[in-house]
Structure formats: structure tokens, C-alpha cells
């Protein structure tokens, strides 16, 4: 259970070893929790306005490189609380299965933030259901 996300791999994605640099793996999974959480329709639209990146975490299990795209991004989540939420994140190659194991296992902690009080703020009902809909027991 989770939201896929297929992200293309770029060019500028890998670094000297050929394979996706670190900070670029990052930026990929940014990119692929835009459509799941940020888009007009998802009732989480309004944490564009004020979420922050609290931890991360990001583990390697395989190298991936461009000939591996577009990468199949598994997400969901993996804790919810009253002003932030972690999303689990699976990094699987184009080709693979989703029962393959993942090359890339990461998490986000991400906080809501209120950014004209410059303080954390509470997730709405609307926001913490559609999260706990793709929380994983």
C-alpha cells in the first residue's frame, strides 16, 4: 500500500561513479512527493504554503544510474502527529517488481509551519485524514 511515483532520472542526476549522486536522490524524492501532496486537488495543497523538512534519513542498498529510469518512488506514512507527519519512501529501479527489494529505503519528517507566525501550526481534519489514509499500520 502507498502512492507510486515515476520520477526521470536526468543526466545531471549522476555524478563521476555514474551512478544517481546523493543530493540529486534527495531532490527526487522531492519530486516525487509533489504530485502525491502539493497538487490543487490533494487536500494537503495548503502545506505549500508552510512545511519544512525536519529529518532525513536515506539508506543504499543498490547504485542506480540514468538507464534506470524512470525510478518507481513508493510512499506513504509512516508516523502522523498533530504538527508533522514522516513519510516512508522505496526506491526501485525502472525494471524492477514492487516486490523486488528497494535500492533506495528513506524517510522525511516533515513539519507544518505557519510562516507569517514563524511557528509550527497543528494539521488540519482535512490534512490529517487524507495523511492517515496512506498510513501504513
Known amino acids: 500500500m502507498g502512492y507510486h511515483s515515476k520520477v526521470e532520472v536526468r543526466w545531471s542526476d549522476m555524478d563521476v561513479f555514474q551512478h544517481i549522486n546523493h543530493a540529486r536522490m534527495v531532490t527526487l524524492l522531492e519530486e516525487a512527493r509533489i ?3 502539493f497538487y490543487d486537488d490533494r487536500p494537503t495543497v495548503t502545506l505549500r504554503s508552510g512545511c519544512v523538512i525536519a529529518d532525513l534519513h536515506v539508506r543504499y542498498r543498490a547504485q542506480l544510474t540514468h538507464t534506470d ?4 518512488i513508493l510512499m506513504w506514512i509512516e508516523k502522523l502527529r498533530a504538527v508533522d507527519f514522516t513519510i516512508g519512501y522505496e526506491v526501485r529501479p525502472a525494471s524492477a517488481a ?4 528497494p ?3 528513506a524517510s522525511t519528517q516533515i513539519a507544518v509551519f505557519d510562516i507569517e507566525a514563524q511557528r509550527l501550526r497543528r494539521l488540519s481534519a482535512a490534512e490529517r485524514a487524507y495523511l492517515k489514509s496512506w498510513q501504513r499500520d
Open 35 to 37: 504530485p502525491w501532496l
Open 98 to 101: 514492487v516486490t523486488d527489494p
Open 69 to 72: 529510469t524512470p525510478l518507481d
Open 103 to 105: 535500492a533506495v529505503i
